[in-house]
C-alpha cells in the first residue's frame, strides 16, 4: 500500500526513468511530492467555442481532433507537429514544435481539450503549442475536481512546477493529482485559533488549493498559509536557539574603556560612526554573563574587520583568547596581516592556521586566526573567550556549531548545578540584507549593521561596455595601469550548473559549498590569461590565480599583486572575499551577466579602498546581455540600497544569497511582505511564552524537530 512516507523508487505507478528527476527536486516520498508547489498557474479559463477564439488571447476549445501529422520546418529542420481539432462551430489548426511524440498520445477521433495561445498564421487563426488533455466526452466537459484523471492539465487554473530536466509539469499534475487523496491522513500543525485569526486554510484544503485551485484567491489563500507556517517555523527555531543559549553562561570579558580608547586612537584613521556603534554594542554584550550571538552585517569595504578588531583585543585584554575563522586561506592570511598591523602597538600575540601552516599550540597566542583548519586540527586554547567567523554564510550551521562546542567548558553555579560555558560569538557578513530579512532569517542573531563607507572613499565608476567598444575600454585600462594603477579580471564558469534549491527541508542554514575549484571556470582564466598576456597587453605583468592552485602558489601570486609587482591578475572569483588591494582600481568583470548582483557587488568592492579613483569595467557576453540587473549595478550607491532594489525588481527569490538559507521558493516570495513577516513574528513569541516546548501543540512539535533534523542531516 501507498502511503505519505513510501519512497517514490517503491512506488508502481511512477516509472523508474523519472526517479532521479523526481530526486532532483527533493521529493523522495510521496508526501514530498505533494508539498512540490507550483511556481506559478496557467489561467486557461477563458474556455470558448471556436469560432469566437480571436488572435492574441489565451484560450481553451473542446472539440474531436480530426488528423494529427508531424513533418520537417523547411530551413531550421525541426520537427513540426500539426493537427486540426473541429467542435460544432469550426475547426481550428494546432501547431507544436519538436514534440513528435505527441502523435503517439494523440490519435485523431479522440476527444480533446487544448489550452493555449492563438496566433494568427496565413490561413487564419491557430493555436501555437497548445497543453493538451484528453476528454471522454465533449458534450458535458466542465471541469471536475472529484474526477482526479480530469481536468487537470487543460481548462481552469493549471499549475506550472519548477522546471528540472527530466520531468514535465505534465508529469508532476499528473502524479500529484494521483497521490493528493492521501492528504487526507495528514493533521495540520497549526493552531486552529492561529488560523482563523489570520484566516488561513486548513492543511488538507491548502494542499488541493495549491496544486489545483478554482480560483487564484483560492491559490493565493493556499501559499499564504504554507508560507505562514514556514515562516513560523523559522521564527519558533530562533527563538528556541535563542533561549538555548541563555541557559549557558560565558566568559565575562569586562569592559575596558579607557584601554579602548588607546586603541582607538591608536588607529591611523577615525572610526565611522556606524563603527563606534557596532563596537558599542559588542563590548555591551561580551561583558554580560550571557554568550553573545551577533551578526555584524556591512557592506564590502565598510570596515568590518576593525570592529572584529576591537573585540579580540578587549577580550585579551581581560586574559581571554580570541579565534578568527575565515572562508580561504588568503582571506585568512590578510586578517593575519591586519590584525598584527593593528595590534602590533599592545603587545598580543597573533597566530596563523590554515591547511598549509602548522601551529603545534593556540596557547601561545592571544589571537589565532584560521581557515577551517580551526576545527579540524586539533587546536587547544587554554582560554577561549571570543569567536569571530568572516564571511559567515559560506560556513554551515556544522561547521559554525563545530568550533563552538570545541571549545565549551563547564562551570559549577553558586547553587551546585552546572552550566556550559560558551564562548562569545561573533559572526560577519558583506551581504546586506534589509532589516526585516535579517529578523527573518537570522532571528536567532542579534545584529549590527554598518550602513556608512569610510568618508574618504571615492564613490567607484561602474560602466557596462558593450561587445563593441572593448578596444576603447582596453586602451582605458591600459592608460591608467601606466599611471601605476592595478587591475583585477574576473572570469565566469563557462558552464553553469543548475543550482536549484531543494523545495524542503533544510530550513535553517546550507552547509558550505565547493564554490572553488570547478574545473570549467580554471579554463576560463587559462584562456582569458593567454588572451591578455599575448594578444592585448604584451607589454604589461600579468598573472592567473585559480582554485586549482597550490595555497604556496595562490599566496606568492596575491603577494605580487600586492607588492604592485604584477599589472593585472586574472582570477576566477576566488577573490570575490574579502581580498584588500588598496592600490587595485580596476576590476574588470567578463560576462557579467552570467553573475548574481550580490557577487558582481562584492568582486567591486575590491576596488576603491585606495585614495585613487577606482572603476568597475562590466563585460557581459552579448549584446543583449545588459540587463535591469547590471544597470541596477551601476546605480546602486551602496549594497543596502542594491538589496533593495533587488527586492523590488525581482522580488526575494532571487535576491542577494538567498540559496543559502534554505527556504522554499514560496516563503521567499513573502520575504518582501513585511507585515506578514511582523504579524508570523508576533504570533511565534506569544507561542513561545504560552508554550515554551511546544508540550501542547505536538503536531507543530513534531514538524519543528523534522525541519531541525533535516536541516542538520543535509
Ligand atoms: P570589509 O567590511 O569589507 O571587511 P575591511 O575591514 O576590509 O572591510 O576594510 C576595508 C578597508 O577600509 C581597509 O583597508 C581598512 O583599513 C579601511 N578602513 C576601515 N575603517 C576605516 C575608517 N573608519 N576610515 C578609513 N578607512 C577605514
Ligand atoms: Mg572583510
Known sequence: MVTLETPIEDVPKISKRIVPALKRLGIRTI?????????????????????????????????????????????????????????????????????????????????????????????????????????????????????????????????????????????????????????????????????????????????????????????????????????????????????????????????????????????????????????????????????????????????????????????????????????????????????????????????????????????????????????????????LGLIIIDEQHRFGVEQRAALITKHETHSKERDGSEKKVIPHFLSMTATPIPRTLALTIYGDLDLSLLDESPKSRKKIITQIVKPGEREKAYAFIQKEIAAGGQAFVVCPQIEIRDKRIENRGNLFDLPISNLQSLSSDVKAVKQEYEKLSKEIFPNLRIAMLHGKMKPKEKKEIMEHFKDHKLDILVSTSVIEVGVDVPNANIMVIEGAERFGLAQLHQFRGRVGRGEQQSYCILFPTEDGAVTRRLQAIVDAKNGFELAEYDLKIRGPGSMFGTEQWGISEIAKQALADVKLIQTVRNEAIALAKQDPTLANHPILHARLAELESAAHLE
Not at 476527444?111 to 495561445?117: D, E, I, Q, T, W
Not at 563590548?283 to 568590518?304: C, F, H, Q, W
Open 31 to 383: 508526501r514530498d511530492l505533494l508539498f512540490h508547489f507550483p511556481a506559478r498557474y496557467d489561467d486557461f479559463s477563458n474556455v470558448k467555442s471556436i469560432d469566437d477564439v480571436v488572435a492574441g488571447e489565451t484560450v481553451t476549445i473542446e472539440g474531436i481532433l480530426k488528423r494529427i501529422s508531424t513533418g520537417r520546418t523547411a530551413h531550421k529542420r525541426m520537427a513540426l507537429t500539426e493537427a486540426v481539432i473541429e467542435d460544432e462551430t469550426g475547426r481550428i489548426k494546432a501547431l507544436w514544435f519538436n514534440q513528435p511524440f505527441l502523435e503517439r498520445n494523440l490519435k485523431s477521433g479522440m476527444a480533446v481539450r487544448l489550452s493555449g495561445k492563438v496566433s494568427l498564421g496565413k490561413s487564419g487563426p491557430f493555436l501555437s503549442s497548445p497543453v493538451h488533455e484528453k476528454i471522454r466526452d465533449t458534450t458535458h466537459v466542465t471541469r471536475s475536481t472529484s474526477d482526479q484523471e480530469q481536468g487537470i492539465h487543460t481548462g481552469g487554473l493549471v499549475p506550472v512546477y519548477p522546471e528540472t530536466a527530466g520531468i514535465s509539469s505534465r508529469w508532476l499534475r499528473f502524479l500529484i493529482s494521483s497521490f493528493l487523496p492521501l492528504a487526507a491522513k495528514l493533521s495540520d500543525p497549526l493552531p486552529v485559533k492561529m488560523r482563523e485569526n489570520h484566516t488561513l486554510p486548513e492543511l488538507r484544503k491548502a494542499l488541493h488549493d495549491i496544486h489545483f485551485p478554482d480560483t487564484l484567491d483560492a491559490a493565493a489563500s493556499a501559499q499564504r498559509r504554507f508560507t505562514f507556517e514556514e515562516l513560523l517555523l523559522i521564527q519558533l527555531h530562533a527563538l528556541k536557539e535563542r533561549s538555548k543559549l541563555k541557559q549557558h553562561t560565558a566568559p565575562h570579558i569586562f569592559n575596558d574603556i579607557a584601554a579602548m580608547k588607546q586603541f582607538v586612537a591608536s588607529l591611523p584613521f577615525a572610526l565611522t560612526d556606524s563603527q563606534r556603534k557596532a563596537i558599542w554594542e559588542i563590548l555591551t554584550d561580551i561583558a554580560k554573563p550571557i554568550p553573545m550571538n551577533r551578526l555584524l552585517e556591512g557592506d564590502v569595504g565598510s570596515g568590518k574587520t576593525i570592529v572584529s578588531a576591537a573585540a579580540a583585543y578587549m577580550a585579551c585584554q581581560a586574559g581571554y583568547q580570541t579565534a578568527v575563522m575565515a572562508p580561504t586561506e588568503i582571506l585568512a592570511r590578510q586578517h593575519f596581516a591586519t590584525f598584527q598591523k593593528i595590534l602590533a602597538p599592545f603587545d598580543i600575540s597573533v597566530g596563523l592556521l590554515t591547511g598549509s601552516e602548522k601551529l603545534t599550540s593556540g596557547n601561545a597566542f592571544n589571537i589565532v586566526i584560521g581557515t577551517h583548519a580551526l576545527i579540524q586540527k586539533t587546536v587547544l586554547f587554554k582560554k
